[in-house]
């Protein structure tokens, strides 16, 4: 298990974009970790909006961010990013990435990843 680091969060205007990028701790790359994203709003349940594989030939979203939100890997760097476009006052949560190693596979299911961040904030207000 690793701890995992978020950044990109941040307070953006309905519309707007942020990229979030998600690291191992120092010394260490997810290159051979599947990747999920999770998001967490007041009140709600956590949701699984994006995973993708160890070589980035699979990837998955969850309906509601399908079409607005990208899940990439920069293995030069070993990290995995989600660039978030059109974004929408119901994106507000705190965002969490996973990690499952070792894993060909990613998920939206919270319970298959062992590794997790601490977690970023995006607000998206006017």
């Known amino acids: 298990q690793l701890a995992l680091v978020e950044s990109g969060g941040g307070s953006v205007q309905p519309g707007g974009s942020l990229r979030l990028s998600c690291a191992g701790p120092?010394?260490?790359?997810?290159?051979?970790?599947?990747i999920g994203w999770f998001r967490q709003a007041p009140g709600k349940e956590v949701e699984g909006i994006s995973s993708?594989?160890?070589?980035?030939?699979?990837?998955n979203y969850a309906d509601s961010v399908k079409g607005r939100f990208t899940i990439s890997r920069d293995d030069a760097k070993g990290t995995a990013d989600l660039q978030m476009n059109s974004l929408q006052p119901e994106d507000t949560a705190v965002y969490y990435c996973?990690?499952?190693?070792?894993?060909?596979?990613?998920?939206?299911?919270?319970?298959?990843?062992?590794?997790w961040g601490q977690g970023t904030q995006v607000t998206v207000s006017s």
């Open positions: 993708i594989n160890i070589y980035g030939t699979r990837t």
């Open positions: 996973a990690g499952r190693h070792p894993s060909f596979l990613g998920s939206l299911r919270p319970e298959w990843y062992d590794s």
């Open positions: 120092s010394g260490h790359t997810l290159n051979s970790y599947a």
